[in-house]
């Protein structure tokens, strides 16, 4: 038990999943008994009202029966409760409740019972007030020093203060400037109201300027008279002020009395009178579950509770003075006093003996092995065990559905399909919070991407189905899909579940976006596979997009694309060499990805091991360095799009109110044009807003394309140098770190950071280089040359002998390289030239190379027929 833990003297809990909040507690003499002991007021946004006068026998007792006086469900949300003198022609105490739309007065009356059952308590509608507008909070008091009675002023929505005169309705103001509604209080030293603005300032007006200022209802006055009617807090009594890091108190003339920086988010705080003269206590509840009191800026006291405070009130409950009474927003209501216990628990003694240090260190050896082994493994838990708790498969259909579930498709006058894909959870131990994700390449898209399982329970299997079909005119990056599945694994220790991940990988057919189409007999784009086995028939690799010759072999297939594009594939019949060509480079990347896994799956169904593939050619920088530049003048373009628009809202909102003041001006002047030129504005801001969204669109469909021909550009370098499956996943990370693409972080800057690190680490050859540090900051940059140049010196790097790695060893420079060794960063521009002058060899534009120098091996297209 905590030392400062608050002392629970009666609590209890309200309802079953009501909500309450700042305004739903109030601690006050109801019935007006006259004995000076408070009751306990809670009203729910469920409607609920509820009147307590706990009286435990013993200290720590829960609610009982009698200590509820009265429940009532009043049907609508209660706002806010308040006690005070609001009935005319007495001064009993009655009861406010205000709901969204109404304000209701009550009278609250116990009968004395003539059974064992005690008191009967009842409540009587003394009148209400039907408000035009939404509340939001209230507060009451003698506005305009009236005596014997308490007003009320309730807060709109929209920020009008309506004032009401008991059972009359006195009137209604706007407060300048308001945005939003804030805190609302009453001062009856200065008799104002005090609030804090939108715009993060305290205010303060006077009751009387706001009694004789003009009706709201009318809204005549002018901009420079809504901003004179705001004054300056003036008050002399101090203002306490709670935001989310800091408290403030304020002097009389406004400025800050003092300031209290809070270690934690607070959640509700009650100022209170102080034993020593000039300073004033303070309760601070924050999200931490602790009560903090402080006396002006000291901590006196911190108190643990049970719960987060969103109310707290001090009051006299039972002849007990002081009682802390705190609500939270799920309906913990309770209430407690300062204080500690006195632990009596007693440390035995602990017995003396003599310890083996040769058993000590034999401990300590095992210990360091386990700690070593986990450490390798770097798994929490073991690999076996979390790969049984739950496993997940994923089947796809082999034909496409009956009916095509693709809608709003933007593909032309071709019949998009889709396919079904079953998605299997099969768990062995109970599991909660299942939470089932899909995630496909852009611009496919699925009929349900989130499947939700609150709880599973053992040996439990659990299908679920989707449909994927494409959506846009251009082709996506790849056609492999993942499911990722999340839940929480509940253990002994912890009920509510060990959070964990598992996933599952599923390749889509390619006749999804693509159909049997005429091949080509040129193309400006075209690549060469290189194999060290005999060529295959690509009838045999490709089944259903080409029809069966008569000797079984076809060397020659087109397909088409349902964006309208094209690519070919041609095999060589006496060489070990595959083409394929397109009028778009970065249509090569699918066709490209997909004749290498299918020739790889095909040699393992004949049982070959080794079959390899490879790239001899050059790496086709320029055609990339193409589609880069691209995307980066879409980045700029949509940059300045947005500034202009951004420009052209303050000049239409700046006529708006220059037309605002000439109409509400009691002496109308001339237009002077200013209606046609709000129009022109607005038509511009119109055309602007849909020029943003059109380069919003090409942007992700560059970013699209940019994304096929960087898997392209990774799969042609992982096969020019023979990159290992990690190292490949290393370019991955680097040249495609993001998932979407925005003007705040944008692909170059991150890939330019990225290569740049590699370059300064495992491709570095002097610890000069590894001396630089990298910005830390992204930004959009000026041009693309620095990622293009830093794109050919990794390529430069890789073709000279150097590898990718992520192990701590990778700071290392060099050592085992090909001849000729890696060339350093260029630390000038004379220097950068100088690597692009040797580069410029080896990385020529590939589109010129490949329809100069054709393959001789590929057999032509002449009998291809048109």
């Not at 087109?558 to 019949?573: C, Y």
Request: net charge negative.
């Amino acid at each position: 038990m905590s030392l400062f833990k608050a002392r629970d003297w009666w609590s209890t809990v309200l309802g079953d999943k009501e909500e309450f909040d700042q305004g739903c507690l109030c601690l006050a003499d109801v019935d007006n008994t006259g004995n000076g002991q408070d009751k306990i007021i809670v009203g729910s946004f469920m409607g609920y009202l509820r009147i307590f006068n706990p009286h435990p026998v013993k200290t720590g007792d829960g609610a009982q029966a009698e200590d509820l006086l009265l429940e009532v469900h009043l049907r609508d949300p209660i706002l806010q409760v308040e006690v005070g003198k609001f009935v005319s022609g007495t001064e009993m105490l009655h009861l406010a409740v205000l709901h969204s739309r109404k304000l209701c007065v009550y009278s609250v009356s116990g009968t004395v019972g003539n059974v064992e059952h005690g008191n009967q308590y009842q409540i009587k509608l003394m009148y209400e007030h039907n408000l035009q507008r939404t509340a939001c909070n209230m507060t009451y008091g003698s506005f305009g020093g009236v005596k014997g009675r308490d007003l009320i002023c309730i807060q709109s929505m929209d920020g009008m203060l309506m004032v009401f005169e008991q059972e009359s309705y006195a009137f209604g103001r706007f407060l300048p400037g308001s945005l939003l509604p804030g805190p609302l209080a009453y001062s009856s030293r200065t008799d104002s109201f005090i609030t804090v603005s939108s715009c993060h300032q305290v205010e303060s007006y006077k009751y009387q300027v706001l009694a004789f200022a003009t009706d709201a209802d009318k809204r005549q006055e002018t901009e420079q008279q809504k901003h004179g009617s705001g004054k300056r807090l003036v008050s002399a009594s101090s203002v306490f002020v709670l935001g989310e890091r800091n408290f403030f108190c304020l002097k009389e003339n406004g400025q800050i009395r003092f300031m209290k920086k809070l270690d934690c988010s607070p959640s509700c705080f009650l100022p209170y009178c102080s034993v020593s003269e000039g300073t004033i206590n303070t309760l601070i509840g924050n999200h931490n579950k602790m009560l903090h009191i402080y006396q002006d800026v000291t901590l006196k006291w911190a108190t643990q509770l049970p719960h987060v405070p969103v109310a707290v009130r001090v009051g006299c409950l039972h002849d007990l003075k002081g009682v802390i009474v705190t609500l939270s927003d799920d309906g913990h209501l309770q209430c407690s006093y300062l204080g500690t216990d006195p632990s009596l628990f007693q440390a035995p003694k602990v017995e003396s003996r003599e310890l083996n240090y040769d058993e000590l260190d034999m401990e300590l050896k095992e210990l360091q092995k386990v700690i070593k082994n986990v450490n390798k493994s770097q798994d929490v838990w073991p690999l076996n065990e979390r790969e049984d708790d739950l496993k997940i498969s994923a089947m796809v259909s082999p034909n496409f559905d009956s009916v095509s579930q693709a809608t709003d498709v933007e593909v032309g006058a071709d019949l998009v399909p889709s396919v079904t894909v079953k998605v299997t959870l099969k768990n062995r131990v109970a599991l909660q919070k299942v939470k089932l994700s899909i995630y496909v390449q852009p611009p496919l898209v699925l009929t349900g991407d989130q499947f939700t399982f609150e709880f599973m329970a053992p040996e439990m299997t659990r299908t679920v189905g989707f449909s994927v079909y494409l959506k846009g005119s251009y082709l996506p990056p790849e056609l492999e899909g993942n499911a990722v599945v999340s839940y929480s694994r509940p253990t002994e220790r912890n009920p509510d579940g060990i959070p964990r991940v598992s996933q599952c990988k599923f390749r889509l057919p390619l006749k999804l976006v693509c159909l049997p189409g005429q091949p080509s007999k040129t193309a400006s784009h075209k690549l060469t596979i290189d194999t060290n086995k005999s060529p295959v028939s690509l009838l045999s690799l490709f089944p259903g997009f080409a029809k069966q010759s008569e000797d079984d072999q076809v060397n020659v297939m087109g397909f088409r694309f349902l964006g309208g594009s094209q690519v070919t594939v041609l095999a060589s019949k006496t060489s070990q060499r595959y083409r394929i060509q397109s009028e778009q480079f970065e249509d090569l990347c699918l066709i490209t990805n997909e004749l290498i896994i299918r020739l790889q799956e095909y040699f393992e169904k004949q049982g070959i091991k080794d079959f390899t593939c490879s790239f001899s050619g050059s790496v086709p920088l320029q055609e990339y360095f193409e589609l880069i530049d691209h995307h980066f003048e879409l980045r700029i373009n949509g940059e300045k799009l947005e500034e202009l628009l951004s420009e052209r809202a303050v000049q239409f909102r700046a006529i708006q109110r220059r037309l605002l003041t000439r109409f509400k001006d009691k002496t109308p002047a001339p237009l002077q044009h200013l209606d046609t030129l709000l129009d022109g504005t607005y038509k511009q801001v119109i055309a602007l807003a849909d020029a943003v969204e059109e380069n919003q669109d090409n942007l992700f469909q560059s970013f699209t394309r940019l994304k096929s021909a960087t898997r392209l550009v990774i799969l042609l370098i992982g096969l020019w140098q023979k990159l290992s499956a990690d190292q490949i996943a290393i370019l991955e990370a680097a040249f495609l770190p993001l998932q979407q693409d925005t003007q705040e972080l944008g692909w170059e800057e991150t890939v330019d950071a990225a290569l740049s690190h590699l370059l300064k680490t495992c491709l570095s050859k002097s610890s000069k280089e590894q001396a630089l540090n990298l910005s830390s900051q992204l930004g959009i940059p000026k041009d693309t040359s620095q990622l293009k140049k830093h794109i050919t010196l990794l390529c430069d790097r890789l073709a000279k002998g150097g590898r990718l790695c992520l192990s701590t060893d990778a700071a290392a420079p060099q050592t085992m390289v090909m001849p000729g060794g890696c060339a350093t960063i260029p630390e000038s521009d004379l220097e950068e030239r100088s690597i692009e002058q040797d580069s410029s060899e080896l990385f020529t534009n590939h589109k010129h190379l490949m329809m100069e120098t054709p393959v001789p091996e590929v057999s032509p297209l002449q009998g291809v027929t048109e």
